[in-house]
């Protein structure tokens, strides 16, 4: 027995055999790590520098997803062995197998195809930026989600990237990996776009409000003069994202007595759970 | 391989079997209600086993969890640190508390859990993240529901996994 695992009494020299409770000094400790962990988060950013690469680390417990496929497409094979008395009966079987395995993966590449074409038809900018990447997962975070994406090694993408769906903008490149990227949202409680409107071509920023939530313009005056359902696009101001990408619509105006500003609603034109591929615009400039 | 090393393995596994469910498994629309397996399993193994799954088990699946879910790092590492050592600290009363008693004290754990990640750490938007959102107070609900009653069937499972696998 391990000598942890019971004290010994003063008295008597017998074993106590209940089991220690963790000593309070290792809890401290460890939570000074976690507290020193969250403030280097907090100022200086410190884990948007690692996720990209720690994605990459836990990219084959993602692929363990394919393996249960694996084991069905196998199966045939391995059947075919045991069974040399009912022979031509299983081949037929297997053939009929075979050929609906291969229908289901032409379908699925039909789809693919359907949507790839239809997310290259939207590139309006220079083709030669843009570059197709795979939706790997989301995080179940409500206020920052981040989605993670498949990207090529050595693909000459950057931090700050946009990602763009066949409707429009989804989000930015916040960190980088060897083969993934994490995008911070446009639902992200800390994305902040610069915008203008369709139609009172209002410049103004728009920000997050957590995943299926609509996002707010901030900091408008009572005077401005919105209207429902007019577009919102990105405005290019500071250079993060290229000008005239469609990031939404207004969806509600309130004039609120107790605020200052404005309350403007915007649903975001696209929600990032039921899309597989997405289109990243590297900006030259940057 | 010694039976400690092999028994530490053993609960490792589950405990990256949980991160996998966690991070893939769910449908993009549940992410926000479905429970953390991986605190689920955390907190079985600190129940049965105390001694044999510790702080730096906590500590590191905790920045795992932040790593993959893209929170601040060190958030979910401050509260697996904690939760663990309130469970180690009063599992001799928890671990003889019938079922429905031990899934109703973690309701209010784990939607208190769910609270701390409204906190606006970094102040961004001030009317966001606090109980007037409606929406995460659902879900927080939805959240603390959902994981309490996943309990009794982690238990059970956990529990014929120990006692098949994990000799003492």
Known sequence: ?286 | MKRDKKNQLLIFLTLFIALYVDSYLFPSEYLSTKPTFVLLTLIYWNMALPDRVGITAALSFGIFVDLIEGTLLGLHGILFVLITYVCQRFFYQFRVSPLWQQSFILFFLFFLYKQVFALDFININQDLTNLSDRTFLKNSFLYALFSSLTWPLILLLLRYYRRRWVKN
């Open chain 1, 1 to 286: 027995m391990r000598r942890r695992e019971h004290k010994v009494s003063y008295l008597s020299s017998e074993a106590i055999f209940a089991i220690p409770a963790m000593k309070p000094s290792r809890v401290i400790l460890s939570l000074l790590v976690c507290v020193s962990l969250i403030l280097s988060d907090i100022f200086y950013e410190s884990s948007f520098k690692i996720r990209g690469y720690a994605q990459d680390l836990f990219m084959p417990i993602g692929a363990i997803v394919n393996i249960p496929a694996d084991i069905i497409i196998s199966i045939p094979d391995s059947l075919k062995t045991r069974s040399q008395l009912k022979l031509s009966l299983e081949r037929a079987e297997e053939e009929n197998k075979k050929l609906k395995v291969i229908n289901q993966f032409l379908h699925k590449v039909s789809k693919e195809n359907e949507e790839l074409n239809t997310l290259w038809s939207s590139a309006r900018l220079n083709l030669d930026n843009y570059s197709f990447v795979r939706k790997r997962s989301i995080s179940s975070s409500e206020y920052q989600p981040l989605l993670i994406v498949d990207v090529a090694f050595n693909s000459n993408l950057g931090i700050n990237d946009a990602l763009l769906s066949s409707s429009g903008l989804i989000g930015k490149i916040v960190s980088l990996g060897l083969f993934s990227a994490e995008i911070m949202l446009l639902h992200d409680v800390r994305s902040s776009i610069p915008v203008v409107t369709e139609i009172s071509k209002l410049h103004a920023n728009v920000r997050g409000s957590g995943i299926g939530r609509p996002g707010s313009i901030e900091y408008i005056k009572k005077t401005a003069s919105y209207e429902l359902g007019e577009k919102v696009y990105t405005s290019g101001i500071a250079g993060l994202f290229p000008e005239g990408i469609l990031v939404g619509e207004i969806t509600s105006i309130e004039d609120l007595a107790d605020s200052e500003f404005l309350n403007v609603e915007v649903s975001f034109v696209q929600s990032p759970f039921n899309q597989d591929f997405y289109l990243v615009y590297t900006d030259e400039k940057r």
